[in-house]
């Protein structure tokens, strides 16, 4: 039997967030490290910022997990801790 949506969707985040990682293992260099060529890592760096921008636009900010084990929205976090907004 095939998995239910949210799991593959779950499963499919897992994987994009290791590639994302390699990412910043890639990009996280020593002064000197950087090669010669200050463009090329800006051209990266807009791309990183439009995907960045489009995860956002499509999953909106990650969920906050409570003390209880369940996601709450960040927006309304304050809620579950008993505040004000």
Do not use: C
Not at 17 to 42: C, H, K, M, S, W
Not at 70 to 77: N, R, S, T
């Amino acid at each position: 039997m095939g998995r239910n949506t949210t799991e593959a969707a779950d499963i499919a985040a897992s994987r994009a967030f290791a590639a994302a990682e390699q990412v910043a293992v890639l990009l996280d260099r020593y002064a000197g490290d950087n090669g010669t060529d200050p463009a090329v890592i800006e051209g990266w760096t807009d791309t990183l910022r439009q995907l960045a921008t489009s995860i956002y636009a499509t999953l909106g900010a990650p969920a906050v997990m409570t003390s209880s084990g369940g996601l709450v929205p960040p927006e309304h976090f304050y809620l579950y801790k008993g505040g004000k907004p």
